[in-house]
């Protein structure tokens, strides 16, 4: 672990400087100053006891004649899970709990609005071993169970809004299982819950053996402090998905993931789809990945041949923000634990809307057309010949 | 000019070496190696001589038991207008037509299957200026006007499909104009034409003043070389404009594109849009930019507040290829001609499509029945509050 590259930022801040640096900074950040926020030095030191990385920085909107500015913290965070995968269910998750909560109580501290965890953050990532025992008793009720109840806690305590993925166990359906994301108030009340769209089958992400794509459609939940949405992991390969939150009206779109690094793995990808989606749809973004290895007791293997082996390779973490203009700021490391907080003017997502008229000029009623024939068993693709065109 | 960072690549190169260099490489590009391949001597020499760059790069793919490989060669090109633009019309094009020639002659000697320019090649961007005459006078017919005879014969020549992105004139309906890609066949027949689906309302790009949104819909034009789609400039702020030429059947899709460096442009998201709609809808994608400057006889506004000006700032080219796997190669400079050659394994779209399902997991009929609802003009979004949770 100790020969990871810490961070793709760092591979730049290590060997770029003056000129060079700013120019990389215009062309790969968006702009030259990253707009750095400072925390105050009592996060700092929790920081460094509890060893986790800690930054902030801000993304200004123009000032408006008819609006005051709609200024909110966002705090996102990636953690390891501290207990081996051996233990008992519950001690292994009560491991979690406890480590993350001296990251929420800093996160309370510096004033965080919004809060989410990367996906299923209270468990390990187990799906890679297609094992049901003793997995999917990580499973949990949304309104009522251990990590909704521990949350809401904080929740009223910080007056935080709070996105926590878990594994939900529907207990009004029959048991079934769900990828499902929890928005908890600032009051301590669930205010919803939305169930993941998109449900990979490719490599480790044996997903689709535990649970099925979503029916919660694309809810935007109204919190005090913004519009919110939660596009869960697979669902950021899908522009469809993030466009729908953005049709509701979403200010910011969490997309809390596990990804890793491997060979056929995503990270060169990290950079690429949440901010696209922040583009595409003028919103912001907050991209959010597992970190460090989960080693599990059995092994399991990839479907690519090599032999069988007992974890996935890195989560390489990376977290970030993306405005809705597109421009990020640096990530959190490949390999520690870390919050990452935005100080997020909303105004600046009606500002762009304006400014470059993207959902204006799509063009939605031809697409509905062309999508509901695309959908049709004997759809004829348009394609066309050349004795079409002499 | 000189002052011009020369490319994101160089700022990189100058400065990462060993290990960083290829943990940059991975994380930025998708791969360590580039696949570089060596161009001929004479083409080098040539481009030497008429003073613009050259480079070439693989995207392999692996080998099937059942189809062989369907190796293409590729070519895009990025230029500046070579003469001024108080010159008459037919001098200028002229001008741009023979300097172009001689970038088109070395792509043919390097064996180019299919080629594309950058959009509207064979005129300056001039509508910045919101001025009708002389501009429109650079319009041509698709099928039979200057341009298309031009390329015609260099298409045979060189058994070339040609992509040629002008400004069109309907003879055929009342005279009216289309930002139109005419797509040449290597026998020298046009195949047929694309006309842009999604104009820009935004700074200097005052398009909407000259022609309307595209009726063509998403055509995918079968070459003997692989079917290719156009999605040209600004449709790449559109998802669905992408995955439209993808539901087609489309191989590759060219983005020819006129966008600037200015402070309020387009640089940072270059490597992030033809790049995310590589990796969302499998295919191979190309983007193409102008490059240089471009100075106009009269002065215009560009609604920002500033003064009154006559060129639109840098185009700063950086052109490149992506393969279905979000993997792309380096890029053209920033301030340079180039020919950018990719020798793409078209087999490499269906087994990334195999492996990843993002088309198989997409939902579509889901996603119909919400677009449906959305362009009703009484639609009410899926906002959930919080009293509905409780």
Redesign the interface.
């Known amino acids: 672990m100790d020969s990871e590259?810490q961070s793709?930022e760092t591979?730049?801040s290590?060997?770029?400087s003056g000129r060079?640096l700013e120019?990389?900074n215009?062309?790969?950040?968006?702009r030259r100053d990253n707009h750095e926020v400072r925390v105050k030095e009592s996060s700092a030191a929790a920081a460094r006891e509890a060893n986790f990385e800690i930054a902030a920085y801000a993304f200004p909107a123009k000032k408006e004649h008819t609006r005051p500015p709609r200024i909110v913290k966002v705090g996102i965070i990636q953690h390891s899970i501290p207990a081996p995968t051996d233990l008992p269910i519950n001690d292994q998750k009560t491991a979690i709990l406890e480590k993350v909560k001296k990251i929420i109580d800093v996160a309370g501290q510096e004033g965080v609005n919004i809060l989410c965890f990367q996906e299923l953050w209270n468990m390990p990532f187990a799906f890679c071993t297609r094992e049901k025992q003793p997995w999917c008793e990580f499973a949990e009720s949304a309104e009522e169970g251990q990590t909704t109840r521990f949350l809401r806690e904080l929740a009223v305590k910080y007056a935080m809004v709070i996105v926590s993925s878990i594994l939900e166990r529907d207990e009004a359906h029959a048991d079934i299982l769900w990828n499902t994301a929890v928005?908890i108030?600032d009051?301590g009340?669930?205010?919803?819950?939305h169930r993941k769209?998109?449900?990979?089958?490719?490599g480790d992400f044996n997903e689709s053996n535990y649970y099925m794509?979503g029916n919660t459609?694309?809810?935007?939940?109204?919190?005090r402090y913004g519009?919110i949405a939660i596009n869960i992991c697979?669902g950021r390969?899908?522009?469809?998905n993030?466009?729908?939150f953005g049709?509701?009206?979403a200010d910011i779109v969490f997309n809390p993931s596990a990804t890793i690094a491997a060979d056929?793995g995503s990270?060169?990808?990290w950079?690429?789809?949440a901010?696209?989606a922040a583009?595409?749809n003028c919103y912001f973004t907050a991209a959010i990945n597992r970190v460090g290895y989960e080693q599990f007791p059995n092994e399991f293997t990839s479907a690519d041949g090599q032999p069988a082996h007992k974890d996935l390779g890195l989560f390489y973490g990376s977290s970030y923000f993306c405005g809705p203009d597109?421009?990020r700021c640096p990530g959190l490391s490949r390999n520690k634990d870390g919050l990452l907080i935005g100080v997020l003017d909303l105004n600046q997502n009606r500002q762009i809307r304006d400014?470059?008229?993207?959902y204006?000029?799509?063009?939605?009623?031809?697409?509905?057309e062309?999508?509901?024939k695309?959908?049709e068993l004997d759809y004829k693709?348009?394609?066309?010949?050349?004795k079409?065109?002499?």
Chains 1, 2 share one sequence.
């Open positions: 590259t793709f591979l730049i290590n060997n770029l060079d120019e990389f215009r062309i790969y950040f968006g928005v108030s009051t009340n669930v205010i919803g819950k769209n998109h449900i990979p089958r490719v794509e459609g694309h809810p935007v939940f109204a919190t519009k697979f390969h899908h522009p469809l993030w466009m729908m049709l509701n009206g056929a990270e060169y990808m950079n690429i789809e901010r696209n583009i595409t597109g421009v400014r470059r008229c993207y204006m000029t799509q063009r939605l009623p031809m697409y509905v062309s999508l509901s695309v959908v693709p348009q394609v066309v010949h050349e079409d065109g002499k």
